[in-house]
């Protein structure tokens, strides 16, 4: 395996070949215009009004897996389940009440914060009601345990019974520093989600993270109404016992306040959070109070399995994954209340048929078998694919690799000369996508905003935080016809006006060349993957090598298809 050269600065773009991809009359060119007629076609079926915005639980969603059953068997692929189609997904939605007081209280302060404006607290413990009772409150900086990194913000603390406040992003956004952490580039440590989860490690009843909107990369808006509905996690089967009882956020304003209380002074204290050596604190004598009272819900969903058995190592599996959902119908300022979702996700849902329809055309079937995985309720944080990375039909020892695509229609750009990693330098994927790119002429750059932490927000990450090597394209924005800014202003209104919204409507008028260079990219590393016998690596120094590194190295449990179940 060559080793990937990663150059940033005046090397951001690694080169490939000079010649034009509008002439590429190779391998990869050839098939496209049978590529954009599937895509067309299928994109237009799933994001119809028929469909009701494809939510899990919803009578759209039984239209969608009936749909993806039926275009998987057409192509002559075999149930990937243990036999079956479907991967049941059980998924609970946990609702605050809308009246909850968080009480602030110390021997010289007191603060009632509201629901809403003041804070936003919930729990994912699927229950109906959880609460704080007088627990102290610790600032506990980035909330970060990493050891690989030599960094543990909970060091010499405890934590157990008690709520700690904590800063989103991590040290490297805070300092740009690109020896700390990955610098500008948020790594999972960042995230609200790993935050909320090492507190839960930790012991903590609580835990608040400071709304920032640089750090956070949205407004404190997006925090109000992202929340507001609360959250759908997994059915519990025991996993109550590994969430804090109350987790949420505050305003910076209201941080500075309480710091204030403490007798701290909020950007002294955030700016030594971001060096090394930092030591969680007490927030002097204030303790926080609240009690939720919770609208518990329960249903099951389903992931669609497809597989091609390999022909010379079944029991080794390269998986392409797109989530199946949107965001159903909903109550909306306009006239239309149906979220289509036709870019995303409809868009990545096709290019599955149109990646199985190229492996089944093949003289020759590949030599590893091949897993198409259509994932539900990622609009709801990523379950689906959470769900098949803790119940895996193929032992993690057996998976190769994860390809993934989500809203690869975004913008409609055309051809363009680009190609951008999300969590680039993660990888020796990345090798082969960049022998796939020199065949298509283009060049790799890394995502255009990598401090806003994608690579944490769509399917493959479900697969890599259980270490399985994963790889997720962006859209490209340097247009061969009409040049970066136009393309980077046409992907912007794409997000302004149609991302999350009911506009995200199919148009047989769309450009999807750009989908199609990345369906063939896709093939070209997929299939390499499938016909040799290497294993991709995470790089050094990224989060998830050591959980890699010590699956490959546990002995390998039978997969459920050698079993025959």
Known sequence: MKKLFVAIGAAAAITACAHDPQNNTGA??????AISTELHRHI?????????????????????????????QALGLEPGNQGEWLQDVPITSVVPSHDAVLSLRGSDFSADLAFGDDMMLFTLQQMASTRLD???LVFAGYGINAPERGWNDYADVNVTGKTVVVLINDPGYATQDPDVFNGNAMTYYGRWTYKYEEAARQGAA?????????????????????????????TAENRNADRAA?????????????????????AQMKAAAARPGFRARPLGDIAAS????????SMVSRNVVALLPGSESPDEVVIYTAHWDHLGVRP???????????????????????LARMFKDQDTPPERSVMFLAVTAEESGLLGSKWYGENPVFPLQKTVANFNMDNIAAGQLGLTRDVAVVGFGNSELENYLLDAVQEQGRVVVQEPFPEKGFYYRSDHFSLARVGVPALYLTRSTDSIEHGKEWG???????????????????????????????????FTMGNKLANNSDFPRWNDKVEFKATREATMAAPASPSNTENGQ
């Open 134 to 136: 007088d627990s102290p």
């Open 28 to 33: 990869l060119q050839s098939g496209a215009d």
């Open 488 to 522: 980077a202003a046409r992907l912007n209104r794409y997000i302004r006006d149609h991302y999350h919204k009911p506009s995200d409507e199919y148009s047989p008028d769309w450009d999807l060349r750009g989908a199609v260079q990345e369906v063939q990219l896709l």
């Open 44 to 72: 237009a079926e799933l994001a119809s009004d028929a469909y009701e915005g494809r939510a899990p639980g919803t009578p759209g969603e039984e239209k969608t897996i009936a749909y993806l059953v039926e275009q998987f």
């Open 206 to 234: 609580g835990v608040i993270i400071v709304h920032e909107t640089a750090p956070a990369a949205y407004a404190w808006d997006v925090v109000r109404s992202s929340w507001s509905a609360g959250q759908i996690g997994l």
């Open 332 to 354: 909306n300022e306009g006239d239309d209340d149906i979220y289509n979702g036709a870019s995303d996700n409809a868009s990545g849902t096709a290019a599955l048929f149109s």
């Open 290 to 297: 609240v009690t939720l009272n919770n609208q518990v819900n």
């Open 246 to 266: 109350v987790q949420g956020w505050i305003p910076v304003e209201q941080a500075e306040r309480l710091f204030a209380a403490a007798g701290m002074d909020y």
